[in-house]
Structures are given as C-alpha cells and as structure tokens.
C-alpha cells in the first residue's frame, strides 16, 4: 500500500509517500480501506520527535473509511461498511478502562502517536476503536470531527461543567479545538468570544455562534476581554496555546473561574503568578482527549445538526507535507484533511 512515511523525526521535508506493507491483523482486529484522514497538531508534533517511537512511523489519529477485513472474532462487521475510528487507544482490560475512564488507561496511546495511523491507504486498529458512520456525512467531513471533538467536549463538558450562563473564552478559533469548542459551549447555552489572527477567520468562527471576536493580531485580548465582560472576566478559558497566551488567559478567567488546558502550540513554558490562582481561587485543569464512549454522544449531535465538522481543505495524501506546512502557518479555519 502507500503511506506517508518518515524515518527520523524533522521538519516537513521527512515525509516521504512510500510503498510499505499493508498491516497484518490480530484476532480482534480490524483493517480499514482509508477514505479520508485529518490532520491535528498532535501530527507536528510526532513529527518533530515527541516520545520515542520505533522507526518508520505513519503519522494519522482521525480516520473515515470503510471494513477491509477482520480478525477471526470479530463478527459484527461487514467488509465494505462504512465506519470512523475513534483515536484513543487502551488496554480495554484495566480498571479505569473498565470504568469508562480509557484515555486515563496507564497504556493509553493515540493512533499516529503510539502506533502507526492514517496517512495510508489501509490501517489497523482494535474492534473497539470503531465507532458507528454518522448519518449524512461525506467521508471526509466524518474525519473531521473523532479528536478534536472529542477534546473539546471532555474540557469543556466533562472538566470544566459548562452550563447556560456561562461566558467561555475560545482561543484559537480557527484551529480544530477552537472550531469544535465554539459549537460545543453554545450547544450548552454559553456565551463565547473568540480569538483569532485574521478578520476571515473570526467572520467563521461568529457564523459557528461566538458573539464576540477578538482579531489578537490587533488588539490586547485581555484588555478586549474585561471589556466585554465589564472587568469581571470569564468562567472558563479553551486554552491550547501555551505560552505565548497563558499569563493572559489566566487574567482572563473570573474569581473562581476555570482554565482547562489541552495542548501547548506556542510553547510548553507558560509564566504563572500564582497568586492569582490561590487567591483568585481558579481552578487550573489538564485534559487530554476523553473516553470512547463520548464519541456516541457527539455523533448524536452531529447527526442532528447541532454541531458540525469544519472542513478547510481536501488535499491528495501525497501531499501531506503541503498540509503540515499550511497548518504550521496557521492558515486553516477547520480540518485540512488527506485522502488516499
């Protein structure tokens, strides 16, 4: 099959599209025919060296597609069946898996990070990766939605409780997180105001629902922030920038309010006065993606229109270091997203 393949971690230059082997299956497992595969910042950083991986790697968490084969006890599907695979991967025999509670599994990992993803024609993943086709999609809108919305809704729904009243302050609006976090806190009866570097992207990200937009590029956004709160701040901050914002961000959170973090694009060094959190009494919250079982939910919600995947680009997979770089620059509103 082809792949996107690299052999030591670097820059876009290491991508090469390859012809490799098509995985072989466990019992339990099931090959995929790739239709489509967004990208996520999780592919920038695998690339550039995070964890120790065995080498060659494919790169690749968020996967449409259809059944090609299955191991010899999994019964219940059908070659040809269309299909999308959640990205989090488990022991599914631990007690927090058992719990419901995967992405906490001591062996969790992520398919792309961990093991090798979908930036092939064909990938392999566990049964209980895959989830039900939400109804009404092309394939590559489904791929859109499995990571980044499921991010979005631990930190907000799970994390930090996001309730009718509430005002949350998106950054990054145009990113995957930001995109999925605008329709998850309005879904909710929040208010939203969202950050961006560009008009266009905030023109987007107020027809997704943010009643307030903050062009960063142009305007101090703790400044613009206390304003349109009239000096009290927010109840909750998406933070997944790091350090070029996090002083801000946790300026920009009310007394008692919440920051929840997913991520560190800018940098994974941000300064904290905390004063500010003991005394403030904030709450500063980690999430990493979120359990397979909340996928069901969120495809509901897709299904019935109240969030919506945000396709920016379809590019041939051959093309993926094109998709890096465009990503690299921040030029996307949405999912760029590579087909085979």
């Not at 719990?99 to 062996?107: A, Y």
């Not at 990571?147 to 996001?162: D, N």
């Not at 929840?260 to 800018?266: L, N």
């Amino acid at each position: 099959m082809k792949a996107i393949v690299f052999h030591q971690p670097g820059g876009v230059d290491v991508l090469k599209y390859e012809d490799v082997d098509v995985p072989r299956l466990g019992s339990k497992e099931v090959l995929i025919q790739v239709k489509a595969c967004a990208l996520n910042h999780l592919d920038i950083w695998v690339r550039g060296g995070l964890g120790s991986l065995p080498m060659p790697h494919v790169l690749g968490s968020d996967v449409s597609g259809v059944i090609e084969d299955t191991g010899s006890e999994v019964l219940d599907l059908k070659k040809g069946e269309p299909i999308l695979v959640s990205p989090g991967m488990s022991c599914g025999v631990c007690e927090r898996c058992l719990q419901g509670k995967d992405n906490l599994c001591p062996k969790y990992t992520i398919l792309g990070k961990g093991i090798w993803g979908g930036y092939a024609q064909f990938v392999k993943v566990p049964r209980q990766n895959i989830l039900p086709y939400p109804k009404n999609l092309k394939f590559e809108e489904a791929a859109c939605m499995p990571l980044t919305f499921l991010t979005a809704w631990q930190m907000l729904v799970e994390k930090a409780k996001v309730k009718l009243g509430d005002t949350v302050l998106v950054l990054a609006a145009g990113s995957g997180i930001g995109v999925a976090a605008i329709q998850i806190a309005r879904l909710f009866g929040a208010t939203v105001i969202a950050t961006a570097s560009m008009d266009e992207k905030l023109q987007k990200a107020k027809e997704l629902g943010a009643e307030h937009c903050i062009n960063y590029a142009k305007e101090d956004f703790l400044k613009e922030v206390k304003k349109i709160t009239e000096g009290r701040g927010v109840d909750i901050v998406v933070e997944h920038t790091g350090a070029q914002t996090w002083e801000k961000s946790i300026l920009s959170a009310k007394w008692g309010g919440t920051i929840v973090t997913c991520g560190a694009t800018s940098g994974d060094f941000g300064k904290t006065d905390l004063r500010h959190v003991y005394f403030r009494q904030l709450q500063i919250l980690g999430s990493t993606m979120g359990s397979k079982g909340a996928l069901f939910e969120i495809i509901r919600h897709i299904e019935s229109g109240h969030l919506k995947p945000v396709l920016d680009e379809v590019l041939p997979l051959k093309e993926a270091a094109r998709a890096h770089q465009k990503m690299e620059s921040r030029q996307q509103f949405g999912k760029i997203v590579l087909v085979p």
